[in-house]
């Protein structure tokens, strides 16, 4: 057993890095809440969007917090065009052909990238990037405790727009019964479009927390959505509350696991958790039972 | 009858490609309840299905007052009063009664506390549960809740689909009751239903759909006493 010294900067840190999972899964889980798709494209999402917080920085000059401001909303726009114009059109209304379509746009958004930008991996440096806050009993660095920050804020915002909201409520009608919502009136390509702006937006935000202390090239999303999707797992396919507290357990999971298994295996553990879930409670923790 | 406010003519609808409606024409006037009788598998459904835009027909026509409405969305159609209050009641059951309510009324929000207050008056156990979540009623209550999100779109027609079915002759009774007040204010019902005696009380017109077309179709009381309604109905 290791001493709390090294325990609970461990476990802190892992929940730090664990919100940022939580966010990118918060994208993913709504998607498949309301569309009741996998979005392929959600790795290659995030990776352009941290393209856009690097050349913000790097051409504007601006900070990748303001570059959010800017960022979310243009990546709400482009989620929302992807699925009014065409994914949707392209699916013709099958689920399946969804699932294809958005595994293709991955490969044209990520072979677009590296045509463009070239597999080079790219970092930005930032004065506060190591600047660390000194809690006594560890340090956790600032950028990530912004993150953590943010991804509470946002999810809170989020959860505002979805309960009180006459948008919000469409969705969650969408969500569970579609019929019965297009014969309320409400416009199910148009609530479609939506959440995937939302769960594109989400994306922005992740990318700009992650920035200033990750590096980019074509492929960094794959890595976030693949544990992503273990959280949207764990958490239960669709809920929300799944996504955020599976994403901060397993970031604790990850962070544990390095400690005692060493850095490079620290995913390990990410994994050994997906695969006991999917053969003990394969709903997810908070996922409806079917 | 004065001029339509629903008119049907030679419809013809299906998926893929099973023609399920064989040419249909129907007609509801201002203020009627016309009921559409039939057993499982008549085509009672796609009918609604193709009048509110669920399903496009394949051939012929639907106008609603003086507008072809065949080719619209079910947006569209909402939008211009005319409100189908769906087979299996499909209310939101993982959100509030007062919600669903609300949704109900999505297309005319401007107008939705008067709207709800109506309903309410219409039905207290609704008042009653406002802040319960719709899946936790009862099957009855799910059905005055469906009739209740109806209503919130201001309907100028309201199509309800087979709303007796799974409730008990108690409720039953009841709620034809209830259609009986909707239309004293004024609305007109198109009332698709399984149970044949019961709405040709309540219908001024009815007509049995067989294999997708009609082979009856008159006053109630002309089809109440016409022998081929057992034939039509049960099929023999």
Redesign the interface.
């Known amino acids: 057993m290791l001493s709390p010294i090294i325990l609970v900067p461990a476990i802190l840190n892992g929940l730090l890095t664990g919100a940022v999972y939580a966010l990118v899964a918060l994208g993913l889980t709504l998607i498949y809440g309301v569309l009741h798709i996998i979005n392929f494209a959600h790795g290659a999402l995030l990776t352009a969007a941290m393209f856009g917080a690097f050349f913000a920085h790097r051409l504007l000059g601006l900070d990748p917090y303001v570059a959010a401001l800017l960022l979310t909303p243009a990546f709400f726009v482009l989620g929302y065009a992807l699925q009014r114009f065409i994914i949707g059109p392209a699916s013709g209304g099958e689920d399946r052909n969804i699932l294809l379509v958005t595994l293709g746009l991955a490969v044209v958004i990520e072979n677009a990238l590296l045509y463009a930008f070239r597999a080079d991996t790219r970092t930005i440096n930032l004065p506060y990037a190591f600047d660390v806050v000194d809690l006594g009993i560890a340090f956790l660095a600032v950028p990530r405790v912004i993150a953590f920050g943010a991804v509470i804020v946002v999810a809170l915002v989020l959860w505002l727009i979805m309960q009180w909201t006459d948008t919000g409520k469409a969705i969650r009608a969408v969500a569970k019964e579609k019929v019965g919502a297009e014969l309320c009136g409400i416009d199910v390509a148009h609530v479609y479009a939506v959440t995937f702006g939302l769960g594109t937006a989400c994306l922005a935000i992740a990318a700009c927390l992650l920035i200033p202390t990750y590096y980019v090239n074509p492929h960094a999303g794959n890595a976030f959505v693949l544990i992503a999707f273990t959280i949207v797992v764990l958490g239960g396919m669709g809920s929300v509350t799944g996504a955020l507290i599976g994403g901060l357990f397993i970031g604790v999971v990850e962070s544990l696991s390095g400690l005692y298994l060493g850095e490079s295996l620290g995913q390990i553990g990410i994994f050994l958790i997906f695969i006991l879930v999917l053969l003990f409670r394969p709903s997810g923790l908070f996922g409806a039972r079917t | 009858m004065a001029e339509p406010l629903l008119s049907i003519s030679g419809l013809h609808a299906g998926y893929g490609g099973t023609e399920v409606l064989r040419g249909v024409d129907l007609a509801v006037g201002p203020g009627e309840i016309v009921a559409v009788l039939g057993s499982n598998g008549a085509g009672k459904s796609t009918l609604n299905r193709a009048i509110?835009g669920?399903v496009r027909p394949w051939r012929g026509s639907i106008r609603f007052g003086a507008a072809a409405i065949e080719r619209e969305?079910?947006?569209a159609i909402?939008?211009r009063g005319l409100?189908?209050?769906?087979e299996g009641?499909?209310?939101?059951?993982?959100?509030t009664v007062r919600?669903n309510l609300?949704?109900?009324g999505?297309?005319a929000?401007t107008r939705r506390d008067d709207n709800r207050t109506r309903v309410f008056a219409l039905f207290p156990k609704l008042a009653e549960r406002q802040g319960q979540n719709a899946g936790t009623l009862s099957g009855g209550e799910q059905q005055m809740l469906a009739i209740g999100?109806?209503l919130m779109?201001e309907p100028k027609l309201l199509i309800l689909d087979e709303p007796s079915l799974g409730l008990s002759p108690l409720l039953v009774e009841e709620l034809f009751a209830l259609i009986r007040s909707i239309n004293a204010a004024g609305m007109a019902i198109l009332l698709v239903e399984q149970n044949v005696v019961q709405s040709l009380e309540v219908a001024q017109r009815a007509y049995v759909l067989e294999n997708g077309v009609f082979v009856l179709e008159g006053s109630a009381a002309d089809i109440r006493n016409d022998p081929n309604l057992k034939r039509a109905y049960l099929g023999l």
Request: glycine content about 8%; charged content about 25%; aromatic content about 8%.
């Open positions: 509110s669920l969305s079910p947006v909402v939008m409100i189908h209050v769906p009641r499909r209310i939101f059951p993982n959100m919600e609300d949704l109900g999505y297309r929000r999100r109806g779109a």
